[in-house]
């Protein structure tokens, strides 16, 4: 079963309109993390933002937002007033605790995001 | 300071050769991340250190693949008898959990391998 599921491969926005990129998650662990990364073209994997399972409120990074709906289990990227630079793969995220004893993080299949003029 | 740092940037070899990959985390981190990318796929977790634990290694492929990671700092994947279905570009990440930010991992900018 897939445990992070991105069901938008790619995604289309007219510059300066707003977007929500979906991510839903599965797990049995009650304290996870979820994140969001971009992968612009040139390949490096940039931190985005951050959402513990048991904040309260939203987590918010200047234009990202994230909805945190836990009782449907998605986290969903919203990014305010859209820039070409916006252009870029998004990757959802899950940490939880590893049958190891650790932790491990997985990564959804992503979503292609373009940004139109 | 510095970030994440990943060699060599690309490497070709040969279908049976073995190769190895370096990844030097940001100073003071205590969890080390592997993971491949195939062309136009998602991340696929391979291994994790945390500090001095036992490294979490449910992620490798085969017994092709192993890690190391010396003195808690610097790692090196190997992979032996290369194939070509290993060519993908393998991204290394660190995290420090001790931030109170969670595991947030930060990349370096991956080595490109293929195997021809």
Redesign the interface.
Known sequence: AQKITQTQPGMFVQEKEAVTLDCTYDTSDPSY?L?W?KQPSS?????LI?Q?SYDQQNATEGRYSLNFQKARKSANLVISASQLGDSAMY?C?M?EA?????????????TRLFVKA | GAGVSQSPSNKVTEKGKDVELRCDPISGHTALYWYRQSLGQGLEFLIYFQGNSAPDKSGLPSDRFSAERTGGSVSTLTIQRTQQEDSAVYLCASSNRLAGRGDTQYFGPGTRLTVL
């Not at chain 1, 390949?43 to 931190?47: L, N, P, Q, R, V």
């Not at chain 1, 590893?98 to 992503?110: E, H, L, P, Q, R």
């Open positions: 993390g994140f990364y390949g490096e994997m940039i931190f951050y513990g990757f995220a940490r590893s049958n190891t004893g650790g932790f491990k993080t997985i990564f959804g299949a992503g």
